[in-house]
């Protein structure tokens, strides 16, 4: 299956909001309400930040959040803070118990 | 609480294998999927396959198909992926995580950086 696509970076200054956007098929995105973002620091593993479209993990801030329309899932980032400086990667399940990745986006707080 | 602590770097020859492992502890280990995902050098992460502990079964990316295998120990609840014929496009960090259902992947292993080097 082919990854699903992202911008390759996004920014925003302290305080603003910035939304992330993860475009892929009806065989993965649009088909299924299991998309996840995840939150990877340099050096670090992932770390779970939305689930199933819209849900928060225990622990995660509430100025994340997840939405979906069509093929189409968006990251949204509220009052950013330096520390949400960090690549992000959206993830959907697909056809036939696959899961499936984006190419990732690095967000810069500037 | 939920631990996956993965095995140290690894430097192979091409052609060689590499069987990586991850060991889990704080939770009960069949009740979960465990997936594999790599990141290579400055890149995006890629799916590789899922194993069920309960079971063994396994289902994996076609690319990797003939080269990756799977396998889990219930007595010591540690997952393996052992992956063959590596050539330097294997270079990469390889992460396990876990999942109740197909996705998401919750816990995330600390990474194995596997070099493929002549």
């Known amino acids: 299956q082919s990854a699903l696509t992202q911008p390759p970076s996004a920014s925003g200054s302290p305080g603003q909001s910035v939304t992330i956007s993860c475009t892929g098929t009806s065989s993965d995105v649009g088909g299924y309400d299991f998309v996840s973002w995840y939150q990877q620091h340099p050096g670090k593993a992932p770390k779970l930040m939305i689930s199933e479209v819209s849900k928060r993990p225990s622990g995660v801030p509430d100025r994340f959040s997840g939405s979906k329309s069509g093929n189409t899932a968006s990251l949204t980032v509220s009052g950013l803070q330096a520390e949400d400086e960090a690549d992000y990667y959206c993830?959907?399940?697909?056809?036939?118990?696959?899961?499936?990745f984006g190419g990732g986006t690095k967000l810069t707080v500037l | 609480q939920v631990q996956l602590v993965q095995s140290g770097a690894d430097v192979k020859k091409p052609g060689a294998s590499v069987k990586a492992s991850c060991k889990t502890s704080?939770?009960?280990?069949?009740?979960?999927?465990m997936h594999w995902v790599r990141q290579a050098p400055g890149q995006g992460l890629e799916w590789m396959g899922i194993i069920n502990p309960s079971d063994g079964s396994t289902r994996y990316v076609q690319k990797f198909q003939g080269r990756l295998t799977m396998t889990r120990d219930t007595s010591t609840s540690i997952v393996y992926m052992e992956l063959s014929s590596l050539r330097s496009e294997d270079t990469a960090v390889y992460y396990c995580?876990?999942?109740?259902?197909?996705?998401?992947?919750?816990?995330w292993g600390q990474g194995t950086l596997v070099t493929v080097s002549s």
């Open positions: 995580a876990r999942s109740l259902t197909t996705t998401p992947l919750d816990y």
């Open positions: 704080g939770y009960t280990f069949t009740s979960y999927y």
């Open positions: 993830s959907s399940y697909a056809d036939n118990n696959n899961v499936v």
